[in-house]
C-alpha cells in the first residue's frame, strides 16, 4: 500500500466528483496550486500552458458558447448552457504553444496536460471536489471566443471545482498494470 502523504497515496486516493458543493477555493489558494502545478516536467522550461478562473457569471458566457457551437435548439441548447453552472469555479486549462526548435507542439501540450492532472491532485488535497471535463466543445470557435484564447492557443478542458459533496464516489477498478506494460 502507498505511504499516506506520498504522491502514490494521492493518486489512489483522488476521484472525480461529477457533483460539487457552492464553495471554492479563494485566488489565494488557486495561485498557490498553480505555482506548485507548474513545477511538471517541462522541456526548455517552455511553460506553454495558462489556467484562466471562471467564476459568477462567466460561466454563462462559456454555457452559451457550448450551446452555441452545438447547434442545438430549445430545451437542449438550455441544458448544454447550463453545463458549466454544475460548479462554482471553472479552471480552463489552455495549451499556449511557444516557438521552439527543440521542443514540439504536442510535448507542449502534453506539459499543459500535466499542469491540469497535477492541479486536480492538489484541489483534491486541499480538500476541494474535482472534476475534468473535455469534450470537442474544447476546439469549437465560439468556445475558444468566449474563452478570449489567442489563435494559437487551444482549450484542454475545464476543471470543475467546489466543495466535496456528502456522497463518497465509489472505487475505481484497479488497473491489470501487466497489460500495460512491455519490454523490449
Do not use: F, N
Not at 454544475?86 to 501540450?109: F, G, I, N, T, Y
Not at 502534453?110 to 484541489?123: E, Q
Not at 471536489?129 to 482549450?155: I, N
Amino acid at each position: 500500500m502507498a505511504k499516506k502523504g506520498s504522491a502514490a497515496d494521492a493518486m489512489l486516493r483522488r476521484r472525480s466528483h461529477s457533483s460539487v458543493g457552492d464553495e471554492a477555493p479563494s485566488d489565494k489558494e488557486l495561485l498557490r496550486a498553480i505555482e506548485v502545478a507548474g513545477t511538471v516536467a517541462d522541456h526548455a522550461a517552455l511553460r506553454p500552458w495558462r489556467v484562466i478562473a471562471i467564476r459568477g457569471e462567466a460561466r454563462e458566457r462559456v454555457g452559451r458558447a457550448i450551446a452555441e457551437d452545438s447547434g442545438a435548439t430549445g430545451s437542449d441548447a438550455e441544458k448544454l448552457a447550463r453545463k458549466p453552472l454544475r460548479a462554482p469555479l471553472l479552471l480552463a486549462v489552455v495549451v499556449s504553444p511557444k516557438p521552439s526548435a527543440k521542443v514540439p507542439d504536442w510535448e507542449q501540450e502534453a506539459v499543459a496536460s500535466g499542469v491540469a492532472h497535477a492541479l486536480s491532485l492538489l484541489l483534491d488535497e486541499a480538500g476541494w471536489g474535482v472534476m475534468w471535463r473535455t469534450g470537442h466543445y474544447t476546439r469549437s470557435g465560439a468556445v475558444h471566443r468566449a474563452h478570449e484564447l489567442a489563435p494559437d492557443e487551444r482549450l484542454l478542458g475545464w476543471l470543475y471545482v467546489g466543495s466535496k459533496p456528502e456522497k463518497k464516489s465509489g472505487k475505481r477498478k484497479p488497473v491489470t498494470a501487466k497489460k500495460h506494460l512491455s519490454s523490449l
